[in-house]
């Protein structure tokens, strides 16, 4: 039996994709754009294409893996507006892509991947992003949970690979430890964390500050500092750009009417056809 939230307000609780951000491992959100997500709920996107593709597989991908395991019970977890799973901490909780229960680790939560590569996948390794979260859905689960399995379908190569996380509680309880500490010292505290360039913080920004109340006054000695820094990293960014765009007519006039050049330990420099090559 599994203890289950009564409602999905996701501005009370920290889900297993956001857990990565607070490490930093995550490559689509950062810490300040999970605390945005707190204090300032969005609507909910119907997400980009690639998280469409990810909810259509999602099934297949699950049915695969629990046949390659030899699962003799599985049943996939609720969808998106479905109540959490409540774990060991008030603002712990996770969504679980289903669970199953085989002869070899007994009763175990199940994660659905959809890739377009392999990156991370190699040599039986996991995408440290999806191990962290697999660890923190862990933590959230009762011990008669033994572990995890992550079943992942890589597009390109069109190849379906599995691993299997055990449990380690020293792990899970350091996870735990860590984001109650984050959890804290910024939503219940009501403290940002560090600006760092993300989405979140630009609509904190925003949200706090919608329009201008003062008249411009004298700069304070570190505002001076911001902004010579910025200006500074401006010019040198519009220096870049225009040495990137030359070097670009550069190699698309090196490579003619060929479809690119191939160097081995960098990869592939193609100018393609598409829309008139542009």
């Not at 984001?179 to 360039?197: E, K, L, Q, S």
């Not at 006054?217 to 200006?231: I, K, N, S």
Request: glycine share 8%.
């Amino acid at each position: 039996a599994m203890d289950y939230r009564e409602t999905n307000d996701r501005s009370t609780y920290l889900g297993a994709s956001e857990a990565p951000a607070l490490l930093g491992l995550s490559t689509w959100a950062t810490e300040f754009d999970v605390w945005a997500r707190k204090m300032q709920p969005q609507e909910e996107s119907e997400g980009n294409s690639a998280t469409r593709r990810g909810h259509i597989l999602e099934g297949a991908v699950f049915a695969w893996g629990a046949e390659e395991v030899g699962a003799v019970y599985s049943a996939r977890g609720g969808d998106f507006n479905s109540p959490p799973v409540q774990g060991p901490r008030p603002w712990a909780a996770f969504h679980p892509d289903g669970w199953l229960t085989n002869k070899e680790n007994g009763h175990c939560i199940v994660e659905v991947k959809t890739a377009r590569d392999g990156d991370g996948w190699e040599d039986d390794g996991i995408p440290a992003v999806y191990a962290a979260q697999v660890r923190y859905q862990l933590a959230c689960c009762p011990d008669h949970i033994r572990g995890a399995y992550i079943f992942a379908y890589i597009t390109f190569k069109d190849e379906f690979l599995w691993r299997y996380v055990a449990r380690d509680p020293a792990q899970e309880q350091a996870m735990l430890d860590f984001c109650g500490a984050w959890w804290d010292r910024h939503v219940i505290a009501n403290v940002p964390p560090a600006f760092d360039g993300s989405d979140g913080a630009d609509s904190y920004l925003l949200a706090k500050h919608p329009k201008q109340r003062t008249p411009l006054d004298e700069a304070t000695d570190a505002e001076r500092m911001t902004v010579d820094q910025l200006m500074s990293i401006r010019l040198e960014l519009k220096s870049l750009e225009a040495q990137s765009k030359r070097l670009s007519q550069i190699l698309k006039s090196e490579i003619g009417d060929r479809e690119g050049v191939f160097i081995p330990e960098m990869g592939k420099a193609t100018w393609k056809w598409q829309a008139g090559r542009s």
